[in-house]
């Protein structure tokens, strides 16, 4: 095999190149500093950030899902880390490692990173729910259905998050700055 395609194809766990893993460092660096800007932010956990998840999503279109998904999980962690909002263990690793890792789905769909995006925020989004319908029902205002409140309660800072995203992952994208593959 070239250098070239060693770098471009997914490596396992074990062995990850210098070079991948100090970028997955420095994107998961890039998502924890953008996760602090937060110009919306919700009361029970959730906001709108100023693009936190787009160099997860963009390590994921180059490096593919399984290492994306690792640099997703990290990148919870550290979330948790600065911020924890802990109700339930349960609720902590689907709102945070579950949650998070979903961002490197979009190595599932690299040729088309627009719909990756897509994939990762939706992955996201469904960890999200439902936690919101397990663990923070109790905090639903009475007569609301708690299915709709998790999905109006998520759903609206997570679409957001999607058009940001998707906004600057294309215009990244179009004008050439990352290489996804």
Do not use: W
Not at 12 to 35: H, K
Not at 110 to 122: D, T
Not at 148 to 172: A, D, P, V
């Amino acid at each position: 095999m070239k250098k070239k395609d060693v770098e471009n194809s997914e490596p396992s766990f074990s062995n990850i190149p210098t070079r991948i893993l100090a970028e997955m460092v420095l994107m998961i660096a890039l998502s924890s500093i953008l996760y602090l800007i937060k110009p919306i932010t919700l009361p029970q956990g959730g906001a709108v950030t100023l693009g936190s998840m787009i160099p997860i999503i963009l390590f994921s279109l180059r490096r593919g899902c399984k290492l994306g998904i690792l640099a997703g999980i990290i990148f919870g962690l550290v979330v948790l880390i600065e911020e924890p909002f802990i109700y339930h263990p349960l609720q902590v690793i689907l709102d945070y490692p579950i949650a998070f890792g979903s961002l490197g789905l979009a190595g599932l769909t690299r040729k088309i990173p627009l719909i990756g995006v897509g994939v990762a925020i939706a992955g996201r989004f469904f960890a999200h729910f439902l936690s919101g319908i397990v663990f923070f029902a109790s905090f639903v205002p009475e007569g609301v259905n708690p299915v709709m409140y998790s999905i109006i309660y998520n759903g609206s800072y997570l679409s957001l998050e999607f058009i940001i995203s998707g906004i600057l992952i294309y215009s990244l994208i179009k004008r050439n700055i990352f290489r996804i593959y």
